[in-house]
C-alpha cells in the first residue's frame, strides 16, 4: 500500500461522510418538521450538530491520552510524506471501519427510536440526544482523518467540501424518490459501503516496502510490515461486508416500492406525526378519516387524507365542508388545503360566497386576479365565482399540484383550464419579476416558515410579509385594485403597522390619510360569515387594501354584510377603527408608533423588511431562540474548556519561557472561532439574499449550498497549492481582498438581485453561482491554512499535533454561528449580518498576526536557549 493510495483512500471516505452528514442534517429537519414544531425543528438540529463536535473531542482525548501513537519516523522523501503517521495505516483504518459500522448502525436505531418516543414536544431533550449520535460517529471518522493528515489538510478539506456540496444537489431527487427515512438509511449504507469497499480495495504493502519500513523501527518492521500486508483482520472484513449486505437489505425493504406492495410494512421505520399536529388526531381516526398518500421533497412531507363521517353541524349551514370536499393536503403534518369536487361549471361553485374571502369580489370589480399559494385550489374557485376571467396561480410546492391534478376531472382539472394560468414559483419572485397587473391579489394563509429552508441553515421566513413586497403587491393593481388577505387575529398587530408603512411609502401620502385604502373584518369561529362559538381563541381575519380610497358605498357593503352577519368590522377605512389600531392612524407626529407599541404587549417594534423579513417573529428576540443561544453557548463553553484541557495535557514542558507558545496557541483557536462564526453567518446570509431571486426554498438551497461549498472546497485546494508552506501568506493575502468583496455585497448585492430577477432561471442560477464563487474560494483557504500554519509551528511533532482541537472548535465555533446568524439577523438585518461577518474574518486576520507574532517570538526563545548552551 502506497501513502498515495491510501491519501485516496481517506479523501473517499471523507467525501461520502461528509456527503452524508448532510443529507442526514437536512433530512432530518423534515423528520422533526413532522414531530415537532418548526422552531423546536430548528433547535433540535442545532444541538444534535454537537455531536461532530464531540466526536472530535473524542479523537483530541484519545491523542491526548496516548491511544494514538506516533509511529517511529526518519528522514523520508518528500512523495512519501503524504501520509502524516500519527499511527499506522492499518490501525488507522481499522478504526474508520469500526466508527463507519458504528454510525450505520447508530442510524436505523435512531429512526427506530424516535418512532417510538411518543411524538410530544415533553421529550425534546430526548430527541436532542439521540439525533447527536449518528453525528458523532461522522465527526469521529472526519477527526480522524484530519488527524491522521494534516500536512494534506488542502486535499482532505476539499473532500470534505465537495462531498457536502454533492448534498445540497442530491437532497431533492433523493426526497422525491425515497423519503425523508429511506435517506436517512442511504446514509448509513453510504458511509459504511464507502469504508468497507474502499478498505476491500486496498492491498497491502509487500513485506519489506521500505515506505512501511521508514514508518516502524527496525525492530518492529517485520511485525508492521506483516500487519500492514493485511490491512485489517479478517474478521473485521467479515463484520462490515455483513453489515453492508443487511443495511441493503433493510434499504430495499422500507423503500417506497416495497412498502406499496409488501404487507405490514407501511408504518415501519416511519415517523409519526406530533400529538398537537392536526394529521396525528386524523390518523388516531381511522373510521373518520382515510389516509389516502404521503409524499416528501426536499422542504414538506405531503399527506392526503379523506374525511368519510361528517356530524350535522358540519354540513347543515350548506359549507362545502361535507360531501363537496374530495380530500385535504396536509402540508408538514398541520397546514391543510382542501381539494373540492367541481364539474367545471360556474353554477356548481355559488356555495363559496358564503366564504368570507369572497367579500372583495362582492363590492369591486374583478376580471383578472392572482392568486398567491393557490394550494389545492380553492382560492381559484373563489375567484371564478366571483367574476374572474383569468386567474394565475402561483404555487410553490409542485407536488400539491400534482396531487390535485391527480383528481383530475372530479376536481374540474382545476390546474388545467384555459383561463388558469399556473406558475411553480415562489409569490414574492414571481411579483417582483411579473410585470402585469391584476384587479385583486388574494394571499390566504400563507405561512411562509412552512415551506422554509432545511437543516441548521436558516430559522427565517420568504419575503411574502414585508415592507416592500407590500409596495410591489400596490404597483401590480390596476386603478382601484384590491388586495385581499386572510390571516389569524394574532397576527394583526404585526400586520396592520406593515400593511400602514408600504402604503405611506408607495403612496406619498400621510399615514392618517392611507386608513381610507384598508378594511379589516373578523369571524370567528371559521371561515364562514354566522358565527356560532365566540369560545375559539384562534379566528381568521380578512384585511382588503387598495390601491386607491374605498368609496362610501364599498364601507356601506361591508358594513352591512357584516352586522347582517354577525361579524366584527376592526376598520372600515377611516370611518371606523377600534382601539389600538386607532393610534397606528392617528395624526400624533412620530410618536404615533410608540404608543401603538406601548398599547400592545409583547409586539415586535422592529417592522418587517427585506433586511429583516421576521413577519411571524411576534417578539423581536423569540424565546425559543433565546433559549435555544443560551443552550449552544453552553454546551459550547462546556465542550470548549474540555478540548483545551485536553490540548494542554498533551503539551510537552520546555525549559525556557513559553510565552510565545501560548500566543500562537491562542492565535490559532481564536482563528478557528472567528473562522467558524464568519463562514455561518455569511452563508445563512447568502442564503437568505439569494432566495428572493432564485426563488423556491429548493433551488435557493442546493444553488446557494452548492455554489459556496464547491468554490470553498476549490479555495481549499488551492490555498495548499499556491501556499502549502506559507500559510501565513495565504490568510494575509486572501482576507483583504474577501472583506473587499463582502463589502461590494453590501453596497450592490441587492441591486443586482432586483435587475436579475427577471431572468430565466438557469440564467439567475448561473449568476448567483458567478456571484458567490470568489467569496467562496476565500473563505476555503481559511481552515487549511490554519491547519498547516499549527503544524509547522509544532516543528511536525505529532505529539503537538492539534488539529483536532481546532477543527473541534472550528465545527461548534460553526453551529453558535447558525444561531447567532439567525439571532442577529432580527435585531440588526441581514445587511449588518454581512458587517458581522466581515468582522469575523477581520478578526482572523488578526488572529493569524497575533499567531505569527508568537511563532518569532518561540522562535527566538529557541535561538537564545541553543546560544546559551
Not at 207 to 224: I, M, R, V
Not at 440 to 466: P, R
Request: charged share 15%; aromatic share 12%; with cysteine.
Amino acid at each position: 500500500m502506497t501513502g498515495r493510495n491510501f491519501l485516496v483512500f481517506l479523501m473517499v471516505v471523507l467525501f461520502f461522510a461528509s456527503l452524508s452528514t448532510i443529507l442526514f442534517e437536512l433530512a432530518l429537519t423534515r423528520i422533526f418538521s413532522i414531530i415537532l414544531w418548526y422552531d423546536y425543528a430548528f433547535m433540535a438540529i442545532s444541538v444534535a450538530f454537537f455531536g461532530l463536535g464531540i466526536g472530535s473531542l473524542l479523537i483530541h482525548m484519545q491523542k491526548g491520552d496516548g491511544k494514538l501513537q506516533p509511529f517511529q519516523q526518519r528522514a523520508v522523501r518528500p512523495w512519501r510524506r503524504l501520509l502524516l503517521p500519527t499511527m499506522t495505516p492499518a490501525t488507522l483504518t481499522t478504526k474508520i471501519i469500526q466508527y463507519s459500522m458504528a454510525y450505520a448502525v447508530s442510524v436505523p436505531v435512531f429512526i427506530f427510536i424516535v418512532t417510538q418516543i411518543p411524538p410530544d414536544t415533553s421529550y425534546i431533550y430526548l430527541f436532542y440526544f439521540t439525533s447527536s449520535i449518528p453525528f458523532f460517529f461522522a465527526g469521529s471518522i472526519m477527526a480522524l482523518i484530519f488527524f491522521a493528515m494534516p500536512r494534506q489538510i488542502s486535499k482532505l478539506y476539499f473532500a470534505d467540501l465537495i462531498g457536502a456540496s454533492s448534498a445540497a444537489l442530491l437532497l431533492d431527487p433523493l426526497m422525491l424518490g425515497l423519503g425523508a427515512e429511506p435517506v436517512l438509511l442511504l446514509t448509513s449504507l453510504l458511509v459504511a459501503g464507502s469504508a468497507t469497499i474502499g478498505v476491500l480495495l486496498l492491498r497491502g504493502g509487500k513485506k519489506g516496502d521500505p515506505y512501511l519500513q521508514e514508518q516502524h523501527s527496525s525492530a518492529e518492521s517485520s511485525s508492521a510490515a506483516t500487519m500492514e500486508q493485511g490491512i485489517v483482520t479478517q474478521r473485521l472484513k467479515i463484520s462490515a461486508a455483513g453489515l453492508l449486505a443487511g443495511l441493503i437489505l433493510l434499504q430495499i425493504i422500507t423503500s417506497p416500492t416495497m412498502i406499496a406492495t409488501a404487507v405490514g410494512t407501511d408504518d415501519l421505520m416511519k415517523v409519526r406525526p406530533g400529538v398537537n399536529k392536526g394529521l396525528y388526531y386524523q390518523l388516531n381516526k381511522p373510521e373518520k378519516f382515510d389516509h389516502l398518500s404521503t409524499q416528501w421533497n426536499s422542504f414538506s412531507r405531503i399527506d392526503v387524507t379523506k374525511q368519510l363521517v361528517y356530524d350535522a353541524a358540519s354540513s347543515s349551514d350548506g359549507s362545502p365542508r361535507g360531501p363537496r370536499e374530495l380530500a385535504m393536503i396536509i402540508i408538514d403534518a398541520d397546514a391543510g388545503t382542501p381539494i373540492y369536487q367541481w364539474d367545471g361549471s360556474k353554477s356548481d361553485i355559488r356555495w363559496v360566497r358564503q366564504y368570507m374571502d369572497y367579500l372583495p369580489y362582492e363590492i369591486s370589480r374583478a376580471e383578472d386576479a392572482l392568486v398567491i399559494g393557490s394550494g389545492g385550489g380553492q382560492d381559484i374557485l373563489t375567484a371564478l365565482a366571483g367574476g374572474a376571467k383569468k386567474v394565475t396561480a402561483v404555487e410553490i410546492n409542485p407536488m400539491i399540484v400534482s396531487t390535485v391534478r391527480g383528481f383530475g376531472s372530479q376536481a374540474g382539472n382545476v390546474y388545467d383550464r384555459s383561463d388558469v394560468q399556473l406558475f411553480i414559483d415562489d409569490g414574492r419572485r414571481f411579483i417582483s419579476s411579473s410585470s402585469s397587473k391584476f384587479d385583486t391579489i388574494t394571499i390566504k394563509l400563507v405561512d411562509t416558515w412552512a415551506a422554509q429552508l432545511a437543516g441548521g441553515y436558516a430559522l427565517s421566513e420568504n419575503y411574502l410579509y414585508t415592507v416592500e413586497a407590500f409596495q410591489q403587491y400596490l404597483r401590480h393593481l390596476d386603478d382601484g385594485g384590491m388586495l385581499v388577505m386572510i390571516r389569524w387575529n394574532f397576527e394583526l398587530p404585526r400586520l396592520m403597522p406593515t400593511v400602514a408603512e408600504s402604503l405611506a411609502k408607495e403612496t406619498g401620502k400621510s399615514i392618517e390619510d392611507v386608513s381610507k385604502h384598508i378594511i379589516v373584518v373578523e369571524d370567528r369561529p371559521g371561515l364562514f360569515f354566522g358565527r356560532t362559538d365566540d369560545s375559539q381563541t384562534y379566528y381568521p381575519v380578512l384585511v382588503m387594501v387598495k390601491s386607491t380610497s374605498f368609496t362610501a358605498d364599498q364601507i356601506d357593503l361591508v358594513r352591512e354584510k357584516a352586522e347582517r352577519n354577525h361579524a366584527e368590522a376592526i376598520m372600515l377605512a377611516d370611518t371606523y377603527i377600534v382601539s389600538p389600531y386607532d393610534r397606528l392612524f392617528s395624526n400624533n407626529g412620530s410618536d404615533r408608533y410608540g404608543e401603538y407599541i406601548s398599547s400592545e404587549m409583547a409586539i415586535n417594534p422592529r417592522i418587517p423588511t427585506d433586511d429583516s423579513p421576521f413577519f411571524f417573529a411576534r417578539e423581536l428576540v423569540p424565546k425559543q431562540m433565546i433559549i435555544l443561544l443560551g443552550t449552544v453557548l453552553a454546551i459550547s463553553a462546556a465542550l470548549s474548556l474540555m478540548l483545551i484541557y485536553h490540548a494542554k495535557r498533551g503539551k510537552k514542558t520546555t525549559t525556557f519561557n513559553n510565552s510565545g507558545t501560548t500566543a500562537r496557541t491562542s492565535g490559532f483557536v481564536l482563528f478557528a472561532i472567528c473562522i467558524g462564526l464568519g463562514f455561518m453567518i455569511l452563508e445563512i446570509t447568502f442564503i437568505q439574499k439569494f432566495l428572493l431571486l432564485l426563488g423556491t426554498p429548493i433551488m435557493a438551497l442546493m444553488v446557494i449550498l452548492f455554489s459556496i461549498l464547491l468554490s470553498s472546497g476549490i479555495g481549499a485546494y488551492l490555498s495548499g497549492r499556491l501556499f502549502n508552506n506559507r500559510p501565513y501568506r495565504a490568510v494575509l493575502v486572501s482576507i483583504p481582498v474577501l472583506a473587499g468583496i463582502v463589502l461590494f455585497y453590501l453596497f450592490f448585492l441587492q441591486g443586482i438581485i432586483d435587475s436579475s430577477i427577471t431572468m430565466q432561471l438557469p440564467f439567475r442560477a448561473a449568476l448567483t453561482f458567478v456571484i458567490l464563487f470568489p467569496a467562496g474560494l476565500l473563505m476555503g483557504f481559511q481552515f487549511p491554512a490554519l491547519i498547516r500554519m499549527a503544524f509547522l509551528s509544532s516543528g511536525f511533532r505529532q505529539s503537538d499535533n492539534n488539529t483536532t482541537l481546532l477543527w473541534g472548535i472550528n465545527v461548534i465555533a460553526s453551529i453558535i454561528g447558525t444561531v447567532l446568524a439567525a439571532t442577529l439577523a432580527m435585531i440588526i438585518g441581514f445587511n449588518g449580518n454581512l458587517l458581522v461577518g466581515l468582522a469575523m474574518y477581520l478578526g482572523a486576520g488578526g488572529s493569524a498576526l497575533l499567531a505569527f507574532l508568537g511563532d518569532r517570538k518561540y522562535a527566538n526563545q529557541s535561538l537564545a536557549l541553543t546560544k546559551e548552551r
